[in-house]
């Protein structure tokens, strides 16, 4: 993959990149929106302990299609509350390490259950 942050740009505001190109030949991979629903139908509370079971979520299909973090080209996040965003991104980064996908983050007026804070959904390519 090539990483896309041109100097004609202002610079990434977080961790992440401006522009990811998946090389011809790769297989891409759609990961649905991931909600902090645990196997066991439990959903933590605390934006912190959501963020966590949301990104075990996404590693674990990016772990069944022979993936890792280090693979996902662009990531979607959906907070429903701006002040989540400090403890949110806390523990993005501590989950994606080095890997700087694209990255777009919005804040939402709901997600389809009111207990839920956040939601992510990306793309993966290998």
Do not use: C
């Not at 297989?27 to 933590?44: E, M, N, Y």
């Not at 674990?60 to 949110?88: C, D, F, Q, R």
Request: hydrophobic residues 45%; charged residues 15%.
């Amino acid at each position: 993959m090539k990483i896309h942050n041109p100097a004609s740009s202002a610079p990434p505001n977080g961790p992440y990149s401006l522009g990811i190109e998946i090389p011809a030949g790769q297989h891409v991979l759609f990961v649905a929106g991931q909600v902090p629903v645990a196997k066991d139908g439990s959903t933590p509370q605390g934006i912190k302990a959501q963020a966590e079971q949301v990104w075990r979520n996404i590693i674990a299909v990016l772990e069944s299609a022979g993936m890792s973090v280090e693979n996902l080209v662009k990531v979607n996040h959906y907070l429903t509350k701006a002040e989540n965003i400090p403890g949110y991104s806390e523990v993005r980064s501590k989950m994606l390490g080095a890997a700087r996908p694209a990255s777009t983050m919005i804040v939402v007026q709901s997600l389809v259950k009111p207990e839920w804070l956040v939601e992510v959904e990306a793309t993966a390519a290998k």
